[in-house]
């Protein structure tokens, strides 16, 4: 009787179907809430090209890998991210998940129209970083782990440009980047939160209208997320 129950129990160990990421995937057990739409099982990869600051080839990137932007939900994702950029010799940050919502960035450019500092971990209600600062194309990471990775609540990269009879036109970083450090020994903040341009850097001369984002860091990888095969 024993071992017959001791065989049942073993038999889900033995006949489980093994979780599998495509290549290019690794695989990473999450733990399932309301926050990650009850995740349990992700495949993370990180694909390298040209003028990943430009938000449309990022997720271009992803889509072609039948993925979506995605992000890091704990330390030990952060640190494959952070092995691999040392295995690729990828020192820029990574374009991720995240981008700040219409209805936000109005009220970003409201502030600088003002003159007024817009800090997303202050603001009340909707536009709280905690809240729905981001939108973000994928629902399965839970995003906290990465915002607490801020130095600077974001918006923290802006730019305006105006010249008689034109408007004044705002710009601010809107979308989500994201750069591991790989620091096995000690690190009590092993990653760093970023916000880029999302029309990236601009190539080729440009007006000085439309240099904005010309200073800001390459990326040159993307943090793609997909459900496991
Ligand atoms: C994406 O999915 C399609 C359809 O299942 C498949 O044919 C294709 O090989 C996949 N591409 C990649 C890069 O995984
Ligand atoms: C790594 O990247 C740096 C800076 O982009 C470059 O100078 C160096 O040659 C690269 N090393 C390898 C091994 O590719
Ligand atoms: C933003 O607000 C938070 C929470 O009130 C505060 O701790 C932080 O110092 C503020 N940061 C800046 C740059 O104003
Ligand atoms: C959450 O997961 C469920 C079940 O897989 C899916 O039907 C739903 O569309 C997901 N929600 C979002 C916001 O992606
Ligand atoms: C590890 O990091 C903590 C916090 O920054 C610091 O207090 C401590 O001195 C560090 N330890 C070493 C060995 O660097
Ligand atoms: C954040 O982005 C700015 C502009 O691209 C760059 O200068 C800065 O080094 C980045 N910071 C981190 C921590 O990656």
Redesign the pocket.
Known sequence: MVALLLLFLTIPAVFGKDVQCPEGFHHFKRTPTAKNNHTKDWCLGIFPADRLDERDRARSVCANNNATLSLPENQKESDFIAAFSTKHNISE?HAADGQTSPRCAARVYKAMKENRDFNSSAVKGECNLNNRYFLFDNANTDPAFVFAKF?YPPPN?FGSFWSANEPKVYHFAACLAY?PQFNPTNATNPG?A?T?YCVGRPIGKVDSEHDFAS???EIKSVICGRHPL
């Open positions: 940050t130095s990269q750069s760093y970023n880029s200073g800001q860091q």
